[in-house]
Structure formats: structure tokens, C-alpha cells
């Protein structure tokens, strides 16, 4: 039956203060965010408008394109490494092998520290004096790969990049209670028909969490494109900005009081936000249904 009068009513105001809040804390900020990326504005003297000149600026700074193209590799990192991990981890858990509640704790506690804690930890780890890291490597009598982890140019990036990878906990529990939600008699069934573990997770398992598995990846890439403790704890951007990030870089722009190349630089952050979204939606999530 569809819904009466009444109750369309009564659902309509539940979703008003909501709309209020979306409203006011994300559409009116947006817009004021457009106006500023059209102005010149030190926060001191009167905004003046040029037009298209922010966008102009960052975009002919090679730091906010290197900013760019950081982003997209931790995004697409984030989004087709760390969660087909999850996700496989999940599917491991979910056969309920003994201790697997203990695994489970155990991936998921780095989700309940501070990206803050994990981030000084790990400069701690690669610390090119005392860090555990090459400590590690010349105790195994491999000192000639010893280097400043987070000082070179070669490696300070990916260093940032890879460390962050395992920390799959908070994907994992979300397909790790849609894969508890499948009737076993799925499972049964092709048990029967001879399907193994790996034909029964590709066949059955992935399919029916496809909608977790989207969620996930773009939560995922998503947080990729926000990167900013992590990269402001372990290297501040550098060296030579090999590391930088564009909410780093607007977040320098501010306090260079660089107001209008600092809101081009968050309209474009969330441009690119919008394409991965829609992208997901358009390929991974056509089939969600």
C-alpha cells in the first residue's frame, strides 16, 4: 500500500531538521566557498573579485598539481588496494576459524587510536637515526637499504602511503556484518553442488555484499582525497613537496592568508570528490541493485 497523506506529512517533517542542518552547515558554506574562490581577500582589507584568477593560480603551481596527483594515487590506492583487502579479510573472518573474534579485535583497534598517534608512531619507526625500521634492516645484515625513509625524495611518499594500507578494521567490520547477513542455506546449497570456499566467496559472497563493497570504496577514496594529519605529522609536505596534499596545501594557503587561492583550492577538492563518487556509482555500483 502507498503512503497516505498523513503519513507522507509526518515523514516530511521527520526530514526537515535534517535538510536544516545539511543546509546550514554544507550547502550555504559551499556557497559562500564559491564567492571566495572568485575573490582576492587577505582577511584583512575588502575582498575584490577577479574572476577565474585563483583557479588560474593554483593550477600554474606545480605544488598544487604535484598536491593533485598525490591525492588521486592515495584515492585509487585506498579504494582498489586497502579495501579488496578488507574485503577478503572479512570473507576469511566470516568462516569463523577459531580465534577469529580475536583477529577481528585486532584489525579493527587502530580504527578506535588517533590518526595523530599512528602518525607519530610510524615517524618514530622510520626515523633515519633511532628508527625501527633500519634498525630492523641492519640487525638482517641489510643496512645497505637503510636511508631516510621520510627525507627521500624516492621513497618519502610512498612511505607515507604504505604504512597507511593495513589499517583495513573499519571496512572490514562493515562487509564482515553484511557477509553474517547471507542465509546459510546459499552456502549449503553449492556446498552441494561441489563449489568450493573460493568458488562460493566469487559466486555468492561479493555479489550479495557488492553494496557494502561500494560504500567502502568510497568511503575509502574519499578519506584518501581528505589525507591531511598523516602527511602534516610525517613530512609537513616535503621534501621539496614531494608529499604534498591539496587540503595540506589550502591549509598552507590559509595561513599564508591567501584566502582566495585557498577556497579555489577547496572547490577543486571537492570537484574531485563529486567525480569519484559519481564515477563509483557509474561502474562498481551500476549493478548494486
Known sequence: M???????????LFLIPALLLLIGFFI????????MSLQSWDGLSSPSFIGLGNFVKIFKDKTFIQAIVNNV????????VQVPIAMFTAIMLSQKMH?????????????????VALATMWA???????GLLDGLLKVMGLGAFQRNWLGDLTTAFPACL??????????MVIMLADIQSIPADYYEAASLDGAGAVRQAFAITIPLIRGSLVTCMTL?????????EQIYMLTNGGPANRTMVMVLYLYNEMKALNYGPSSAASMVLIGIGTIVIVTLRKTVGRQES
Open 2 to 12: 502507498g503512503m497516505t497523506r498523513h503519513n507522507k506529512i509526518g515523514v516530511t
Open 28 to 35: 550555504v558554506p559551499v556557497i559562500y566557498l564559491v564567492f
Open 73 to 80: 594515487v592515495w584515492a585509487l590506492t585506498a579504494g582498489l
Open 99 to 115: 580465534g577469529w573474534k580475536l583477529f577481528r579485535t585486532v584489525y579493527f583497534l587502530p580504527q578506535v587510536i588517533s590518526g
Open 124 to 130: 618514530a619507526v622510520y626515523n633515519a637515526s633511532y
Open 162 to 171: 604504505l604504512y597507511w594500507v593495513p589499517y583495513i578494521g573499519y571496512y
Open 220 to 228: 575509502a577514496m574519499i578519506f584518501g582525497l581528505r589525507q591531511f
